[in-house]
Each structure stands twice: as C-alpha cells, then as structure tokens.
C-alpha cells in the first residue's frame, strides 16, 4: 500500500466529517461548543498535510474558538446576531477551503 494514497483517502474522510459536523450545527441537530472541538480534533487529526495548509485550517477555526471564548466569558450560553453571523461567514469559508483542498486531491493521479 502507499501511505500518501492511504493518508489522502484517510484525510478527504476527515474533510467529509467536517463538512458533516457542519451540516449538523447548520440544522440545529449540534451546539456550539461541540461543533468547535469536534472541528479542532479532526483538523489536528489530519495526516501527513502541509504545515501552511494545516496552519490556514486552523486560522480559520481559530475565529469559531475566539466566539465561543467570548461567548463563555460573557457567560452566554447563546449567540448573538453578530456572533451567528460570524460563525457562518467562517463556515463559509471553511467549507469553500476544504471544496478548494478537495478537488484538488480528487484532480491528482493515484
């Protein structure tokens, strides 16, 4: 077996669960503070990636921890209007980078 094709596979199914971590915050069937460990874990989970790809991924679920940091700290256990609007200009985006990441694995020669 080759590992890169293996760690591809292994990292476009943890892309796949983010995307479903997603889906499942957007319905209402996840809270919050799930959502940003759940995304945490599977990012740090990722194998075999490019520092700089890893570092953009994480940047970018770094913007849902600092909401959830300032949520909790002003005790909020809900996200205001502004807050929400963050949270899904930033999944936004997360989902736009791992479509990005993905077509460009599904692209390359096995």
Do not use: C
């Not at 957007?26 to 809270?31: A, L, N, P, Q, T």
């Amino acid at each position: 077996m080759n590992d890169s094709n293996d760690n591809t596979a292994y990292n476009l199914r943890q892309y796949r669960q983010i995307e479903g971590i997603i889906e499942s915050f957007r319905r209402g069937d996840m809270d919050f503070a799930k959502l940003v460990g759940d995304i945490e874990a599977l990012i740090l989970s990722l194998q075999d990636i490019p520092n700089d790809w890893r570092n953009s991924l994480l940047s970018t679920w770094g913007v849902l921890e600092e909401i959830y940091a300032f949520a909790l700290d002003q005790g909020s256990h809900q996200l205001d209007h502004r807050q929400a609007e963050a949270v899904y200009k930033t999944l936004d985006k997360l989902e736009a980078m791992l479509n990005a990441e993905k077509g460009k694995k599904g692209s390359e020669p096995n």
